[in-house]
């Protein structure tokens, strides 16, 4: 399967618990972003990074959460303290390096803070 | 700034009736793009469609299509001869020109589509 991985698929999580989430996009896009889906809404934009460079953030993205793309290829978020609110689908995407082509999203990691 | 709205946010129909799930957008862009994706209840979002701002012109592929309204900031999807299999939520997205964002995508809420046997 050569699309958009994500790792781990669900995760159950202790409130004030810190989690990591892995995606690694298809391997000739230099494109990366990640979204975050409540249950109910659309996704809404996090961050994106092309190549290595995080080139933007959003206002979402508050302290505690963190990303990272080393070498351009997987990223990784990590969410510390955790909190209830945090609960929500966390979706991967990548796409090629030519603009507005579509991005090709993988299955998510549903994160439940308890 | 950008805004998708999807107004409907359910729809059930019968299988094989005809369906059209509307789109209405919003962004001070004169460059921009909009796509539909489909996801099912595994939640992986699958790509449908991608249309520039420049090309108006209304797209058919198998029981899909779409109709691209400039004047009315619309882009809906209306699939013919609907099946159970069609049954997900759908979204309707909007980017804007290359820049500093990449392509980002503004999402609307959705429209949940059941097609009942």
């Known amino acids: 399967d050569t699309g958009v991985s994500q790792d781990p698929r669900h995760k159950i999580t202790k409130r004030g618990q810190n989690v990591t989430f892995r995606c690694d996009p298809i391997?000739?896009?230099?494109?990366l972003y990640w979204y975050r889906q409540t249950l109910g809404q659309g996704p809404e934009f996090l961050t994106y990074f092309q190549n290595e460079a995080q080139l933007e953030k959003s206002r979402l993205l508050s302290d505690r959460f963190s990303a990272e793309r080393p070498k351009g290829s997987f990223s990784t978020l990590e969410i510390q303290r955790t909190e209830q609110g945090d609960s929500a689908m966390y979706l991967c995407?990548?796409?090629?390096?030519?603009?507005?082509?579509?991005?090709?999203f993988g299955q998510g990691t549903r994160l439940t803070v308890v | 700034a950008q805004k998708v709205t999807q107004a409907q946010t359910e729809i059930s129909v019968v299988e094989k009736e005809d369906v059209t799930l509307d789109c209405v957008y919003e962004t001070r862009d004169t460059t921009y793009y909009l796509f539909w994706y489909k996801q099912p209840p595994s939640g992986e979002l699958v790509f449908l469609i991608r249309r520039n701002s420049f090309d108006e012109q209304n797209e058919i592929s198998g029981r899909y299509s779409w109709n691209f309204q400039k004047s009315t900031s619309s882009f809906n999807f209306t699939i013919t001869a609907s099946q159970v299999v069609d049954s997900a939520v759908y979204f309707c997205?909007?980017?804007?020109?290359?820049?500093?964002?990449?392509?980002?995508?503004?999402f609307g809420e959705g429209t949940q589509l059941t097609v009942n046997p």
């Open positions: 995407a990548s796409s090629a390096r030519q603009a507005n082509t579509e991005a090709f």
């Open positions: 391997s000739e896009h230099n494109r």
């Open positions: 997205a909007l980017s804007e020109a290359p820049g500093v964002s990449g392509s980002r995508l503004t």
